[in-house]
């Protein structure tokens, strides 16, 4: 499991910055083949994750629903254990962690734009443009009261604590 959230992650960031990998530089990132790849992503991609690669066929493509962050909340919040979801998705309780809070902060600031939220938050533009949808279909059913529990302190208004001038002082 540990090679394939290791797999999907790379292909995350790559997509992230604006590249897509194939299955040559795939080959040379890890020591398989690309048949090997192809059945290791296989569990991740028969789920609906997407995991954007350059020269996917059309029935590989047609199973993509959302990227693992969004797939991820989304079973969550559908009722799903999050074990099983970080089982099932090969995502560690670190990263696990990292989507569920970032998911929280990304809708409380749904009326600015995907970018602006982005910036503000760390997250992915995709990721954030696939909560925001997502949150707004929970929006459209009713669904979304009681989701979201307030924090004390979010990571990123701590953040601004310290680039505030007295903000080492107010600690």
């Excluded at 992503?41 to 693992?68: C, F, H, N, V, Y």
Aim: hydrophobic fraction near 40%; include cysteine.
């Amino acid at each position: 499991m540990m090679q394939i959230s290791r797999m999907a992650r790379v292909i995350e960031e790559a997509y992230y910055q604006g590249c897509l990998l194939d299955g040559q530089r795939l080959c040379g990132l890890f020591p398989l083949t690309a048949k090997a790849i192809r059945a290791r992503l296989a569990t991740l991609i028969d789920q609906g994750a997407t995991l954007p690669l350059a020269g996917m066929s059309k029935e590989t493509r047609a199973k993509s629903r959302g990227l693992r962050a969004v797939l991820a909340v989304e079973r969550h919040l559908n009722g799903e254990n999050p074990q099983a979801i970080q089982r099932s998705l090969a995502i560690g309780s670190n990263q696990w962690s990292l989507w569920r809070n970032g998911f929280r902060r990304v809708v409380t600031l749904e009326t600015a734009s995907v970018p602006e939220i982005a910036s503000a938050t760390g997250e992915p533009e995709p990721v954030v443009s696939g909560w925001l949808e997502m949150w707004e279909g929970l929006k459209r059913d009713g669904r979304q009261d009681g989701i979201l529990k307030p924090e004390v302190v979010w990571e990123w208004e701590a953040k601004d604590l310290f680039s505030s001038p007295g903000g080492l002082r107010g600690l």
